[in-house]
């Protein structure tokens, strides 16, 4: 994932790289996270949630797959879809206890990732996450910035990187160079 606005220069400043789908380790993580290690750029670590399963039971896959260390990006929380077997209530309690699990394992508080319909009409209307001071928006409508808060933004999920043969997301970061390094690890 990119570090770049859409109008500005190419620059690779950042990577988020998937270690886990619900409670399944993605195959190629360690793979990925040796690869960002060894081309010194900045690296965190996601978990795309299962809103049907366990909030506990996925913290503790992510646990045992991602170790961080000073200087990495904290742990991202990507939450896109709604539970088919429990209310949005339900859903937000076990994103909070995710997060609380999370945040107590590594000592840093999570990003939170989403589209940004989702994170304003599901999540939102819940005074944690309305007030979250780490989201990540999605947002691939040719917009100039999302409209909520955020941190982070997806702005394109179509990006060509030189030596990577597929497309990857296109992401920016709201702030200054001393604001991303206040989130890192410590």
Known sequence: MLNEHPDSTKQIDFVFIRAVVGTEKDKRFKENWTGATKSQIKKGAYHYYWSDVNSAKQAAVFK???????????????????????????????????????????????????????????????????????????????????????????????????GIKTLVDGNVFQGSQHDFEALLVP
Request: proline residues 7%; glycine residues 4%; without cysteine.
């Open 64 to 162: 045992n797959q991602v170790v961080l260390n000073k200087g990495d990006l904290p742990p991202v929380l990507d939450i896109e879809d709604i539970s088919n077997v429990q209310n949005k209530a339900s859903l937000r309690k076990g994103l909070k206890n995710w997060v609380a699990i999370i945040e107590d394992h590594y000592g840093v508080k999570p990003i939170i990732y989403s589209g940004e319909a989702f994170y304003r009409d599901i999540l939102m209307p819940d005074s944690y996450f309305d007030e979250y001071p780490r989201v990540w928006i999605a947002n691939y409508n040719r917009v100039n910035a999302p409209r909520i808060a955020w941190d982070f933004w997806q702005y394109s999920d179509r990006f060509p990187v030189d």
